[in-house]
């Protein structure tokens, strides 16, 4: 048990091994039951004690450690010991993956941040799983509700940001818990029902939404208001403006390229960063053997079109000469006469 105040708190060997005896509960929390249950509550509640007596209190002085340890009780305390400058800023932390459990440590230990913060935590953590246990009595509910809430005050006290901590904490078990009674009720679907707006409101929100839009800006809003935006309008526009064949898209090219157009070469379409941008994305996606006519050395668009072309003219070419060489079907052929009858 604590003995004398803030300043002179500390604990004896009792203390020390009911507060160790708490790790076993903690790792096995389903198992604290029945005859469990009163042994187990009676060392959170002496253990929550102890830690709000030496709630604020410093790391050992010289005077605690006592003649001769001087020295290394406040080599101790330093490294314990929070860095804090300007506003709660840490300018170090030391992370514990484990504690030692020697009974010399222990008042050293009781007055170190982390370790606090460390074991609050399990406590919570604890007190949350053991009041999701089935035919818990009402008293019992009650009690853990007063030491989460003892837990949680002692936690949100540990500087520097104890409340930031306490608070950050509190969300994350609030989400445990949501998350374990989503999965204890089977999983239920989370998608809502879709509500029926009566006649009146259904006419309502159509017109609402047939009125212009002032988006604050005349080139947006003149976007936003240049059609509906139902689905089927978008299909029907999407199905009017769909992706042109490569054929149709590069056919302009083709013309420009023909001498006798007379189209200078500033003005041409391959001079158009636009349009060479959506010639290649086309050209990505329909044939992109025409890249390589492009990004060749000396390459260019019109390259790839003229090379597209002569492919083009070369199958039709070839389709003109397995037409002329195929056999003719039988119902082309005439019929040949048929041979006179004799009298």
Sequence with gaps: AANGGEASASVDFAFYKTFWELQQAFSKPAAVSGAAWVPTMARLQEVLEV???????????????????????????????????????????????????????????????????????????????????????????????????????????????????????????????????????????????AVELSGQKRKAAAVGRSKRMQLGNSQLTKLWNMGSNSLEDIAANAAKSGVPSLVDFLKPVVEQMDPAAGIEEEYKLKNDKAYCWKALRLMAKKDVSLLSKVSAPGGSLEAAVKYMDDKLKGELKEEKEESALAPPDAADVPDAPADPVEA
């Design 51 to 193: 830690f709000g007596s030496f709630e604020g209190t410093e790391a050992a002085t010289a005077e605690e450690a006592g003649e001769g340890g001087a020295q290394e009780a406040a080599a101790a305390a330093e490294e314990m010991a929070m860095e804090v400058e300007g506003e709660g800023e840490m300018l170090s932390e030391v992370y514990f993956a484990k504690f030692l459990t020697s009974a010399k440590l222990i008042n050293l230990q009781l007055r170190d941040v982390y370790f606090r913060r460390h074991v609050l935590v399990q406590i919570l953590m604890f007190l949350q799983t053991a009041a999701a246990q089935d035919k818990l009595l009402a008293a019992q509910h009650t009690r853990i509700e007063e030491m989460e809430a003892r837990a949680n005050d002692l936690l949100a006290a540990t500087a520097p940001n104890g409340a930031l901590f306490a608070a950050t904490v509190r969300a994350t078990l609030q989400r445990e818990k949501h998350w374990a009674d989503w999965k204890r009720a089977g999983c239920v679907a989370f998608d809502k029902a």
